[in-house]
């Protein structure tokens, strides 16, 4: 596997840490010139490009990358949380975004998803909703850059879930598919369940899971609704 490129160099530590523990090979730069100096023969796997000390310069190395004859991809870009307007103006510079703040954990989820979507890479089995991402692979689950403790069957209910966006299940689908067929519990245990599950997301984001009256709950919408 060819390395990741790194902005700024040195890089965040928070950056670093969680490119060695996820173990990708990566070299830092300081610009574009170093950039193409320390390409390797079969180019870079992907870039991952700090905002947070010089974003002038990440974003001055981020055009510079998409406006290569094959444009690099993937770009994963960390941000501040005041940046987050800019980014609308400056779309196509990147492929996600990340925030600061966020653990290794999230940082390593977004950039193995991004890798996976362009088949380079290790595979990482990962569930991205907005600011939710789960790990198939470690059973880690972050919201906004934030661990949540989960049980496993917290964890279970939450990837089916986030599994399909936008559509409703009944309290009884919800126990076959998630609990199993053999498990004797009534529906009263979903409830408590998504009641745990919204606590744990906390108020901001406790709507990802939303009860549809007289039917059961759905996550989020739709990926392909407007």
């Known amino acids: 596997m060819e390395p990741l490129l790194c ?5 965040l530590p928070q950056l670093a840490k969680a490119l060695d523990a ?15 100096r320390a390409e390797p023969e079969d180019g870079w796997t992907g870039a991952i490009v700090s905002a947070i000390e010089d974003p002038d310069g990440a974003f001055a190395l981020c055009r510079a990358l998409r406006k290569r004859e094959t444009p690099l991809t993937p770009l994963l870009l960390v941000v501040d949380t005041h940046e987050l307007a800019e980014l609308e103006l400056r779309e196509d510079l990147f492929d996600d975004f990340t925030l600061a703040r966020s653990v290794p954990d999230e940082i390593e989820a977004r950039l193995g998803h991004l890798l996976w979507r362009t088949g380079r890479g290790k595979r990482h089995d990962v569930i991205t909703y907005g600011p939710l991402a789960l ?23 939450l990837r089916f879930l986030a599994a399909h966006p936008g559509k409703v299940f009944t309290r009884e689908v919800l126990l076959s598919r998630v609990w199993g067929y053999e498990y004797f519990g009534g529906a009263r245990t979903v409830d408590v369940h998504i009641r745990r599950l ?3 997301l906390g108020e901001e984001h406790a709507n990802l899971i939303e009860t549809v009256r007289s039917v059961g709950y759905r996550f989020g919408r739709a990926r392909w609704a407007p």
Not at 7 to 11: K, N, T
Not at 23 to 36: K, Q
């Open 198 to 200: 919204r606590a744990k």
């Open 22 to 36: 996820a173990g990708y090979p990566w070299t830092a730069v300081g610009d574009a010139e170093s950039a193409r």
């Open 7 to 11: 902005f700024p160099d040195p890089p």
């Open 135 to 157: 790990n198939l692979e470690t059973y880690q689950a972050v919201v906004a850059g934030r661990p949540l403790d989960l049980t496993f069957m917290e964890y279970e209910l």
